[in-house]
């Protein structure tokens, strides 16, 4: 372990951070034992009306404007939105290709979630991106509606060629440049690139590699994922094309192919470390763990008990390192100073004792007629239906 990491570790399981913790976020408990009767429900974006569009984006702005909590030991979080970065920056190295990566995420969304609701005065729900949507074409990437410049997140940054990233390139790479429309054209990201937390201010960059989304993101590319049966084997396939120096998109699974697809080469988007300084990582997150919530709700009863794998990165499955244990439900995860560190047990199920929100049953189908993205319901076991005819014919 170099000293670094070791100085990370510490912050993860230092009893003073975690003292800070609690007391700085005692709500996260409040709803220990109360059960959860009224479940947030999370939609996707281009659902959503514009007005609540317009709600949430103004809470990320806020959020934006309000000061950091961490910046004592993140020279580079200025405001809130910061400090999640920070976190993740900080924790990059215990998070990515280990078995809690999937909880790990889940709870940082919902504690950012929670921040937009309580600090920012949102009413609504995390918001996710389903990538499906996007991806029959180079043009329908371009023209989603996630990157409007009114109702969405603005789009990609202009064509800068050169090469960004010493670890991988992205052929057919279309950006590079900082984000000229939007709501976050102007916003400036004050940590990264790769795991520096020192003060850099920078632009939002994208760097859109629609090619990545045709190939990986189409609805059979996601859906092969559901063909497996054990945490461990989807828990691989959804982390496929994390590697130790960044993200490897020949066979990513969907988690990197929507990291990909945003950052190329050049945007904060494919920094395995610095990702969530774009807002829109929080949207693709929450996919991810959409997809999660899916596979769980198969068959609940095996799977909310379900988590398997390595606490060293790239352990076996998720590597070829050897060596080191797995993870159980025991398994503490945290948020340094953002959250108190919790059992992995206690955000298996999105409607337990912790937390407490739901996905609406539906997938958004495009009507030609109005030219809207219109809801429609997809019930528990037509999904599941479908699923099972997919699996057998696809030979997986
Ligand atoms: C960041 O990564 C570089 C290269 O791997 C390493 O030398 C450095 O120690 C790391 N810094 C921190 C703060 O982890
Ligand atoms: C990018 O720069 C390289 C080297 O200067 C040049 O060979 C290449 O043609 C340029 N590509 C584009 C698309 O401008
Ligand atoms: C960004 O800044 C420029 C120049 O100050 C200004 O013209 C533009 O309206 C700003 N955009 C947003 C979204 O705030
Ligand atoms: C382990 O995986 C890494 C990265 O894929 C590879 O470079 C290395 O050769 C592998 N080691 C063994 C023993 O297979
Ligand atoms: C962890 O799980 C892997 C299989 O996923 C297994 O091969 C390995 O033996 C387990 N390690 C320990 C220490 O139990
Ligand atoms: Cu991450």
């Known amino acids: 372990m170099q000293l670094s990491q070791l100085f990370n570790f510490l912050l993860l399981v230092s009893p003073l951070a975690l003292c800070r913790a609690v007391t700085s976020s005692d709500e996260a408990y409040s709803t220990y034992n109360t059960g959860c009767k009224n479940p947030l429900v999370r939609r996707e974006w281009r659902l959503l009306p514009d007005h609540e569009k317009k709600e949430y984006i103004d809470a990320v702005k806020c959020l934006q404007a309000l000061p950091a909590l961490t910046s004592n030991n993140v020279p580079g979080a200025v405001t809130r939105f910061d400090d999640f970065q920070g976190i993740h920056i900080r924790q990059a190295e215990f998070i990515h290709a280990v078995g809690s990566f999937q909880h790990w995420h889940r709870y940082m969304i919902w504690i950012y979630e929670k921040a937009l609701r309580e600090e920012c005065g949102y009413r609504g729900s995390q918001p996710y991106w389903d990538w499906t949507l996007d991806s029959a074409s180079d043009s329908a990437f371009i023209n989603s509606p996630l990157w409007n410049p009114t109702t969405g997140f603005g789009g990609n940054g202009p064509y800068v060629n050169g090469t960004f990233n010493p670890f991988f390139s992205v052929p057919e790479r279309t950006g590079g440049g900082c984000v000229q429309d939007g709501p976050f054209s ?98 693709h997150h929450a996919s991810v763990d959409h997809e999660w919530w899916k596979w769980q709700n198969v068959d609940r009863e095996a799977r909310l008990k379900d988590a398997t794998g390595p606490i060293l990165r790239f352990g076996i499955p998720l590597g070829n390192r050897t060596g080191g244990e797995n993870i159980t439900l025991d398994f503490m995860i945290g948020l340094s100073e953002l959250a108190p560190m919790v059992p992995l047990r206690r955000v298996m199920d999105t409607e337990g004792d912790l937390l407490c929100y739901t996905y609406a049953r539906e997938k958004a189908v495009y009507d030609y007629a109005t030219g809207k993205w219109v809801a429609e319901e997809v019930s528990e076991s037509e999904y599941e239906d479908d699923l099972e005819e997919f699996c057998e014919n696809s030979d997986n």
């Open 186 to 283: 102007n916003y400036t990201i004050h940590m990264g690139p790769f795991n520096t937390t020192a003060k850099i201010p920078q632009c939002l960059r994208r760097d859109f590699a629609p090619f990545i989304s045709t190939l990986r993101l189409t609805e059979e590319a996601v859906r092969l994922h559901h063909c497996e049966d054990t945490f461990g084997r989807y828990d691989v396939k959804v982390q496929t094309g994390i590697t130790e120096r960044g993200l490897r998109l020949s066979d990513a699974g969907f988690h990197a192919a929507g990291h990909l697809s945003v950052g190329g080469e050049a945007g904060q988007m494919s920094d395995i470390y610095a990702s969530p300084g774009d807002p829109v990582f929080y949207l």
